[in-house]
């Protein structure tokens, strides 16, 4: 009820899609970002078991942001299909499907921070292991849970070129904010597919990380946007 009468208020829906994708922005910012880079210590499994029992509560803030995250983006996803559905509802639907996937993964992926807490504060019931073994589990299912964002960033990257398309068809964007979306979603396919592949390369991961810069540059420039002018026609 309260989602129909705002989108009666076309300015109002705008500005509360912006608010959620920062919201989105910043709290990922700090879940997907920094949180892991506190605790996990590539190459290091003792290291980043002393971290993870030495920062329990910024790991748990972590998870909690990851659980916003993913439930933000279900909305997030719906409310961007009702803005644009008008202008390529095909595209829309490529966008919003691929949006929703990642969402789905990224709740499965949270599984692999279940298990280093288990093994963290829950040593009685896993009394047969040893520290080594404990230590090499905890970050082997940290690497899993990385493993798990490069497989949600393939349909973050579909999500992205299809909603640049849209943005592209719906003339009331600016001009180059589609286009730049569309050629930064490249950076995070890229990105994901050679991680996954382990591919070695200085090369390419030059030329993603060019385009994951394009890719943030332009969500950013979308936020701004709906919060801003969104519902305003393109001069």
């Given at each position: 009820m309260i989602f129909s009468k705002i989108q009666t208020q076309n300015r109002l829906y705008f500005q509360l899609a912006g608010a959620l994708y920062m919201a989105i922005a910043v709290i990922g910012g700090f879940s997907i970002g920094?949180?892991?880079?506190?605790?996990?210590?590539?190459?290091?499994?003792?290291?980043?078991?002393?971290?993870?029992?030495?920062?329990q509560s910024i790991f748990k803030w972590g998870i909690a942001g990851d659980i916003f995250v993913l439930m933000a983006e279900v909305v997030l996803s719906v409310m961007l299909f009702q803005l644009f559905k008008s202008f390529s509802k095909t595209s829309l639907r490529i966008a919003t499907y691929s949006r929703l996937a990642m969402a789905i993964i990224m709740g499965i992926n949270l599984i692999n921070y279940a298990v280093p807490e288990i093994l963290v504060s829950d040593t009685d019931a896993l009394g047969s292991l040893g520290k080594g073994e404990m230590e090499a589990l905890t970050l082997l299912f940290f690497k899993m849970h990385k493993a798990g964002e490069?497989?949600?960033?393939?349909?973050?990257?579909?999500?992205?070129?299809?909603?640049?398309?849209?943005?592209?068809?719906?003339?009331?964007?600016?001009?180059?904010l589609g286009p730049i979306m569309m050629v930064g979603s490249f950076g995070y396919g890229g990105d994901c597919m050679t991680q996954l592949?382990?591919?070695?390369?200085?090369?390419?991961?030059?030329?993603?990380?060019?385009?994951?810069?394009?890719?943030?540059?332009?969500?950013?420039?979308?936020?701004?946007?709906?919060?801003?002018?969104?519902?305003?026609?393109?001069a």
């Open positions: 920094y949180m892991p880079t506190t605790i996990v210590v590539d190459g290091d499994a003792a290291l980043t078991f002393e971290n993870l029992s030495n920062n490069m497989v949600w960033q393939v349909f973050f990257s579909i999500h992205l070129f299809a909603l640049g398309y849209a943005l592209i068809e719906s003339k009331i964007t600016p001009k180059w592949l382990f591919i070695e390369s200085k090369g390419l991961s030059m030329v993603f990380s060019a385009l994951l810069v394009l890719a943030v540059v332009s969500e950013l420039w979308l936020i701004f946007w709906l919060l801003i002018k969104g519902g305003v026609k393109r």
